[in-house]
């Protein structure tokens, strides 16, 4: 299996444009996280989904972060207006079920200026 | 709020030594998890440990939970310059299907 796919692996973008970050999860798996990850918070998680329906987004930070899981294969983060403290890792994972191991992406890497 | 940390946040030791990571959580869970991050790379599962296991064994490594105490360990023995790397614990907080994770430990291994 190719594992957990996302793309970019890199943007630089400037302050106000919108950010669209996908994933491709591991065929079969039926959950999908999303996590940032920054020095100052560590790793976060933002969102996850179950079976294409988002379960907990506690973790998204405002308005302007939303994500889709519009079938089993494919989700995106989208940030609108991005700003600079958006900078962060972005990882996608997914995993088979419940207490199992999460396989994680090799993450997109965003800047913000 | 993290649901697991990592003591020590750094660790530096010579190649061959054994180096010792520890994770203290908050609530009851289901099962404890390490990963691993190389500089610049995703995280690579290392090792589960159910509530109800004590120790767990995977080659090099040795994980302990104490759920008594709500805390776990990660040995790696007989260290190598490859094992540089970040490690992290994860809990999924008795909440079935969110892991959440701690602020890791930077590991570095001199050769």
């Given amino acids: 299996d190719a594992g957990v796919i996302q793309s970019p692996r890199h943007e630089v973008t400037e302050m106000g444009q919108e950010v669209t970050l996908r994933c491709k999860p591991i065929s079969g798996h039926d959950y999908l996280f999303w996590y940032r990850q920054t ?5 976060e998680l933002l969102i996850y989904f179950n079976n294409n329906v988002p379960i907990d987004d506690s973790g998204m930070p405002e308005d302007r972060f939303s994500a ?11 940030i609108q207006p991005s700003e600079p403290r958006d900078s962060a890792v972005y990882f996608c994972a997914s995993t088979p079920g419940v207490w199992n191991t999460i396989y994680f992406g090799e993450g997109s890497w965003l800047t913000v200026v | ?7 020590p946040q750094a660790l530096s030791i010579q190649e061959g030594e054994n180096a010792t990571m520890n994770c203290s959580y908050k609530t009851s869970i289901n099962n404890l998890q390490w990963y691993r991050q190389n500089s610049g790379r995703g995280l690579v599962h290392l090792i589960l440990i159910r509530s109800n296991e004590r120790e767990k064994h995977s080659g090099r490594l040795r994980v302990t939970l104490d759920t ?4 776990s360990s990660l040995l790696i023995t007989a260290s190598r310059a490859a094992d ?3 490690y992290f614990c994860a809990t999924d907080g008795n909440q079935g299907g969110k892991l959440i994770f701690g602020q890791g430990t930077e590991l570095s291994v001199k050769p």
């Fill in chain 1, 39 to 43: 020095m100052m918070r560590g790793l």
């Fill in chain 1, 68 to 78: 889709k899981m519009p079938n089993a294969s494919f989700s995106t983060l989208k």
């Fill in chain 2, 1 to 7: 709020s993290q649901q697991g940390e990592e003591d």
């Fill in chain 2, 68 to 71: 008594s105490k709500k805390s």
């Fill in chain 2, 84 to 86: 540089t790397a970040s």
